[in-house]
């Protein structure tokens, strides 16, 4: 049960996409915005009157903030709001927290209720502009998103280089950036729960009519982006580590190339469109990329380590690699940014601004001894296979929460 409208793109202006988003360090693509609805004429002679003016509160001011922020909250003027508390951010998703435990008492039990009030969103990387259904199960699975997507910007406000007092070059403070992890294992398990525990929920037709926003594959590669951003920041405190070894750095560097691969094995294939799902997908190719790049380097090094001409000529093999996948990804960086909504780096500064420096440097000097050490045959012409690693990092478990106390006395 649950009918289903999608109205096409250009049906009308509802869906404001801004030319520039400024500097990402996270993407997120879009946010997609709930549009009003009127309990009481759904529900009005069914429930007690104090719960239906609650539900309308709740979601009206979630409408409200959402309409205002959205094609704004992804640009770097909102970086005060997060210094100074306030947040808008945070504010919206205390608001979509509230709202949750009132939504769900629509699907307790089974109820006949889910079915009976029309929710409206408004889509970032559908073709269709909106999605309406009549099913609970879908606001909720919304909410859901629209949570992690917030949790995905508040990452990118903390991830991007600020000025420092001691006059140096902008960057991140370590604080950030533990923080961060934090961030994008909450938005991870809002991801994973949506997929675990909503949509299957869902009857199978409302699956496949669901905008390719919320569908599953792009649902599995936002939790998959959000695992290998956390890893590619531990990566980065480890680079600064002087305890941390050349196989610790592998390893993480190795666990993000399979995040990136997953993530983009997942939306492969999906009708991402609209200029923010085109940008997403262009994001996980550069990404991906640029995790290659890393995990080429660090393999390389640690192959160099060994004392056969083998090891030697894998070592090589292995920094040709790293030096070529990074050179193509700067390539991927540029094709993401130049899609429009137009983006730009912010300062290099991490893991990327150490492997920036390093790999040209170190592939050209490794690669100079080695050919004067062995003759060429002795080089191999491909890069050898990068180890497989088990995927440390999980979504944080993400429990709906129980339903509001309102509902028992209906």
Not at 55 to 62: F, K, P, Q, S, V
Not at 155 to 175: F, H, I, M
Not at 218 to 242: H, K, M, N, P, Y
Request: proline share 5%; charged share 20%; net charge neutral.
């Amino acid at each position: 049960m649950g009918c289903i409208v999608s109205t096409p793109k250009d049906s009308g202006g509802n869906r404001r996409k801004p030319g520039n988003i400024g500097e990402v360090s996270v993407y997120v693509p879009g946010l997609r915005i709930p549009k009003p609805v009127d309990f009481s004429q759904s529900l009005g002679d069914q429930l007690p009157k104090t719960l239906v003016e609650r539900l309308n509160a709740l979601r009206t001011r979630i409408v409200v903030m959402a309409g205002q922020e959205a094609p704004t909250i992804t640009r770097t003027r909102r970086r005060s709001a997060t210094q100074h508390g306030g947040s808008t951010l945070a504010d919206l998703h205390q608001a979509l927290e509230d709202y949750l435990p009132v939504l769900l008492g629509l699907v307790k039990d089974g109820s006949h209720l889910q079915y009976n009030v029309q929710f409206v969103w408004v889509n970032q990387e559908d073709e269709a502009e909106e999605t309406t259904m009549y099913n609970a199960w879908y606001e909720v699975l919304s909410v859901l998103h629209l949570m992690a997507m917030l949790s995905l910007s508040q990452a990118n406000l903390l991830l991007l280089p600020r000025t420092s007092t001691d006059g140096y070059q902008p960057k991140v403070s370590e604080g950030n950036r533990r923080a961060s992890i934090d961030i994008f294992l909450k938005a991870a398990g809002y991801l994973d729960s949506a997929v675990q525990q909503v949509l299957l929920q869902l009857p199978a037709e409302l699956r496949r009519n669901l905008p390719v926003d919320l569908a599953e594959g792009v649902l599995r590669a936002l939790c998959l982006q959000a695992l290998g951003q956390g890893v590619d920041i531990q990566l980065g405190i480890a680079i600064e580590s002087t305890k941390a070894t050349l196989a610790v750095k592998r390893r993480l560097a190795c666990e993000i190339v399979k995040y990136w691969q997953q993530a983009q094995d997942n939306i492969m294939n999906l009708p991402l469109a609209n200029g923010w799902g085109e940008k997403h997908h262009l994001f996980v190719k550069w990404k991906y990329i640029e995790a290659k790049a890393a995990a080429y380097y660090y393999h390389g090094l640690i192959m160099d380590e060994g004392n056969t001409e083998k090891s030697h000529g894998m070592a090589v093999a292995a920094l040709q690699a790293a030096d070529e996948y990074f050179k193509e990804s700067k390539k991927a960086c540029e094709a993401f940014n130049a899609a429009q909504p137009f983006s730009r780096n912010p300062t290099l500064w991490g893991t990327m601004k150490y492997l920036s420096e390093k790999i040209p440097k170190d592939t050209s000097s490794k690669v100079r001894i080695n050919r004067d050490l062995y003759s060429h045959e002795k080089i191999m012409e491909t890069a050898p296979t990068l180890p497989d690693f088990a995927l440390a990092l999980k979504p944080d478990e993400y429990q709906l929460p129980t339903v509001d106390p309102l509902w028992n006395e209906t």
